[in-house]
Protein backbone atom coordinates (compact mmCIF):
# COMPACT_ATOMS: atom_id res chain seq x y z
CA UNK A 1 0.00 0.00 0.00
CA UNK A 2 1.52 3.19 -0.91
CA UNK A 3 1.68 5.88 1.90
CA UNK A 4 2.60 9.38 0.82
CA UNK A 5 4.53 11.05 4.07
CA UNK A 6 3.64 14.46 5.04
CA UNK A 7 5.02 16.49 8.51
CA UNK A 8 2.81 17.35 11.38
CA UNK A 9 4.01 19.41 14.27
CA UNK A 10 2.65 19.25 17.74
CA UNK A 11 3.21 22.19 20.92
CA UNK A 12 1.76 24.22 23.24
CA UNK A 13 1.62 24.65 27.31
CA UNK A 14 5.38 25.42 26.99
CA UNK A 15 5.99 22.23 25.84
CA UNK A 16 8.60 21.98 22.66
CA UNK A 17 7.12 21.47 19.58
CA UNK A 18 7.72 17.88 17.72
CA UNK A 19 7.59 17.43 14.40
CA UNK A 20 6.85 13.88 13.34
CA UNK A 21 5.13 11.93 10.34
CA UNK A 22 1.94 10.75 9.27
CA UNK A 23 0.73 8.80 6.70
CA UNK A 24 -1.56 10.41 4.53
CA UNK A 25 -3.85 8.64 2.72
CA UNK A 26 -6.60 10.02 0.16
CA UNK A 27 -9.46 8.97 -0.88
CA UNK A 28 -9.54 9.11 -4.24
CA UNK A 29 -12.91 8.69 -6.78
CA UNK A 30 -10.98 5.63 -8.23
CA UNK A 31 -10.09 4.60 -4.65
CA UNK A 32 -13.48 4.52 -3.90
CA UNK A 33 -14.61 2.84 -6.98
CA UNK A 34 -12.29 0.36 -6.76
CA UNK A 35 -13.26 -0.33 -2.69
CA UNK A 36 -16.85 -0.55 -3.60
CA UNK A 37 -16.77 -2.58 -6.58
CA UNK A 38 -13.91 -5.17 -4.54
CA UNK A 39 -16.80 -4.99 -2.05
CA UNK A 40 -19.77 -5.89 -3.89
CA UNK A 41 -17.37 -9.05 -4.92
CA UNK A 42 -16.16 -9.87 -1.80
CA UNK A 43 -18.28 -8.79 0.97
CA UNK A 44 -14.57 -8.57 2.41
CA UNK A 45 -13.59 -5.31 3.99
CA UNK A 46 -10.46 -5.73 4.74
CA UNK A 47 -9.86 -7.18 1.23
CA UNK A 48 -11.78 -4.49 -0.19
CA UNK A 49 -9.35 -1.91 1.43
CA UNK A 50 -6.13 -3.78 0.37
CA UNK A 51 -7.38 -3.69 -3.12
CA UNK A 52 -7.90 -0.13 -3.08
CA UNK A 53 -4.44 0.92 -0.94
CA UNK A 54 -5.98 1.15 2.23
CA UNK A 55 -6.15 -0.25 5.55
CA UNK A 56 -9.80 -0.81 7.00
CA UNK A 57 -9.66 2.14 9.33
CA UNK A 58 -9.61 4.93 6.92
CA UNK A 59 -12.44 2.77 5.44
CA UNK A 60 -15.38 2.96 8.42
CA UNK A 61 -13.99 6.26 9.51
CA UNK A 62 -15.24 7.79 6.20
CA UNK A 63 -17.96 5.49 5.99
CA UNK A 64 -18.97 7.05 9.43
CA UNK A 65 -18.64 11.00 8.07
CA UNK A 66 -19.66 10.55 4.59
CA UNK A 67 -23.49 9.61 4.39
CA UNK A 68 -23.01 9.16 0.67
CA UNK A 69 -20.63 6.63 1.07
CA UNK A 70 -22.14 4.50 3.36
CA UNK A 71 -25.42 4.08 1.15
CA UNK A 72 -23.29 3.25 -1.66
CA UNK A 73 -21.27 0.40 1.15
CA UNK A 74 -24.46 -0.99 1.75
CA UNK A 75 -25.80 -1.03 -1.49
CA UNK A 76 -22.10 -3.00 -2.55
CA UNK A 77 -22.47 -5.08 0.27
CA UNK A 78 -26.01 -6.08 -0.92
CA UNK A 79 -25.17 -6.71 -4.38
CA UNK A 80 -22.33 -9.00 -2.91
CA UNK A 81 -24.83 -10.80 -0.71
CA UNK A 82 -27.02 -11.08 -4.07
CA UNK A 83 -24.17 -12.39 -6.30
CA UNK A 84 -23.02 -14.63 -3.31
CA UNK A 85 -26.46 -16.17 -3.18
CA UNK A 86 -26.50 -16.83 -7.28
CA UNK A 87 -23.35 -18.47 -6.81
CA UNK A 88 -24.46 -20.95 -4.07
CA UNK A 89 -27.39 -21.37 -6.04
CA UNK A 90 -25.53 -22.24 -9.18
CA UNK A 91 -23.26 -24.46 -7.09
CA UNK A 92 -25.91 -26.37 -5.13
CA UNK A 93 -27.14 -27.15 -8.57
CA UNK A 94 -24.21 -28.44 -9.98
CA UNK A 95 -23.49 -25.74 -12.37
CA UNK A 96 -19.66 -24.41 -11.74
CA UNK A 97 -19.54 -21.94 -14.37
CA UNK A 98 -21.71 -18.76 -12.23
CA UNK A 99 -20.45 -15.87 -13.90
CA UNK A 100 -21.87 -12.33 -12.93
CA UNK A 101 -24.32 -10.33 -15.12
CA UNK A 102 -21.04 -7.28 -14.95
CA UNK A 103 -18.28 -8.40 -16.83
CA UNK A 104 -15.66 -6.37 -14.97
CA UNK A 105 -17.09 -8.10 -11.53
CA UNK A 106 -14.17 -9.11 -9.84
CA UNK A 107 -15.17 -12.87 -8.85
CA UNK A 108 -13.09 -14.48 -6.00
CA UNK A 109 -12.14 -18.34 -5.08
CA UNK A 110 -15.42 -19.59 -4.15
CA UNK A 111 -15.71 -21.64 -0.70
CA UNK A 112 -19.33 -22.92 -0.35
CA UNK A 113 -18.85 -23.18 3.36
CA UNK A 114 -17.64 -19.86 3.81
CA UNK A 115 -20.02 -18.45 1.77
CA UNK A 116 -22.46 -20.44 3.98
CA UNK A 117 -21.59 -19.10 7.22
CA UNK A 118 -21.68 -15.44 6.02
CA UNK A 119 -25.02 -15.80 4.57
CA UNK A 120 -26.07 -17.11 7.84
CA UNK A 121 -24.51 -14.86 9.87
CA UNK A 122 -26.08 -11.84 7.47
CA UNK A 123 -29.55 -13.21 8.15
CA UNK A 124 -29.07 -13.61 11.58
CA UNK A 125 -27.97 -9.80 12.16
CA UNK A 126 -31.09 -9.03 9.57
CA UNK A 127 -33.19 -11.04 11.86
CA UNK A 128 -31.72 -9.14 15.09
CA UNK A 129 -31.35 -5.77 13.73
CA UNK A 130 -34.15 -5.50 10.70
CA UNK A 131 -32.93 -5.92 7.06
CA UNK A 132 -32.43 -1.71 6.89
CA UNK A 133 -28.78 -0.65 6.86
CA UNK A 134 -27.01 2.07 6.44
CA UNK A 135 -27.46 5.77 7.99
CA UNK A 136 -30.11 6.41 10.21
CA UNK A 137 -31.70 3.03 9.51
CA UNK A 138 -32.90 1.36 12.99
CA UNK A 139 -30.95 -0.43 15.04
CA UNK A 140 -32.71 -1.50 17.49
CA UNK A 141 -34.71 -4.50 16.86
CA UNK A 142 -38.21 -4.54 15.13
CA UNK A 143 -41.65 -4.91 16.59
CA UNK A 144 -44.68 -5.94 15.20
CA UNK A 145 -47.95 -4.52 16.97
CA UNK A 146 -50.72 -6.84 17.70
CA UNK A 147 -53.77 -5.83 18.25
CA UNK A 148 -55.02 -6.32 22.00
CA UNK A 149 -57.68 -9.07 21.52
CA UNK A 150 -54.69 -11.92 20.14
CA UNK A 151 -52.56 -10.78 23.73
CA UNK A 152 -55.90 -11.42 25.86
CA UNK A 153 -56.18 -14.96 24.01
CA UNK A 154 -52.73 -15.90 23.87
CA UNK A 155 -52.11 -14.86 27.39
CA UNK A 156 -55.27 -16.90 28.53
CA UNK A 157 -54.21 -19.95 26.90
CA UNK A 158 -50.97 -19.74 28.53
CA UNK A 159 -52.74 -19.68 32.32
CA UNK A 160 -54.67 -22.38 30.87
CA UNK A 161 -51.99 -24.98 29.88
CA UNK A 162 -50.43 -23.27 33.60
CA UNK A 163 -53.71 -24.28 35.27
CA UNK A 164 -53.72 -27.93 33.37
CA UNK A 165 -50.15 -28.10 34.46
CA UNK A 166 -50.91 -27.95 38.49
CA UNK A 167 -53.83 -30.05 38.26
CA UNK A 168 -51.64 -33.01 36.76
CA UNK A 169 -48.80 -32.64 39.07
CA UNK A 170 -51.38 -32.71 42.37
Sequence with gaps: MERAESKASRGGKNRRVQVRRRAAVEWTPERRATFLDHLSATCNVVASAAAAGM????????????????????AALQAGYDHLEAKLLAWALGDDAYVPADPDTVVPEFDADAALKLLA???RLAARFGSGGGVGANAGPRYVRVPIEEVEAALLHKLDMMA??????T
Design 164 to 169: KQLESA
Design 55 to 74: WPGPCYALRRRDPAFAEQWS
Design 121 to 123: QRN
